[in-house]
């Protein structure tokens, strides 16, 4: 009798350290978790600048085109009234 009760002592303190093993296991596992999110957090932040800074180039060559493009038809069009087409 006295050897079942050592065993279940024993048994008690093995769950005891199983589950603490479990539960730190678990926390190890949501820190990274979360380093994971902020890490993807600043790496969508500095995506979405770095869009931001070539949307604004995109706009610029845009507008450079439609400005030449536009005085372009203006030269023509004054080149074909001066020879007379």
């Known amino acids: 009798m006295a050897d079942n009760e050592a065993y279940r002592g024993n048994s008690r303190r093995e769950g005891d350290e199983f589950k603490d093993r479990i539960l730190?296991?678990?926390?190890?596992?949501?820190?990274?978790?979360r380093n994971v999110d902020a890490k993807l957090d600043l790496l969508?932040?500095?995506?979405?600048?770095?869009?931001?800074?070539?949307?604004?180039?995109?706009?610029?060559?845009s507008?450079?085109?439609?400005?030449?493009?536009?005085a372009l038809g203006i030269f023509l069009?004054?080149?074909?009234?001066?020879?007379g087409l």
């Open 44 to 61: 969508q932040n500095t995506e979405i600048s770095n869009i931001k800074v070539e949307l604004g180039m995109l706009k610029i060559k």
């Open 24 to 33: 730190s296991e678990l926390q190890r596992i949501h820190n990274d978790v």
């Open 63 to 70: 507008g450079f085109w439609g400005l030449a493009g536009g």
């Open 77 to 83: 069009l004054l080149l074909g009234k001066r020879l």
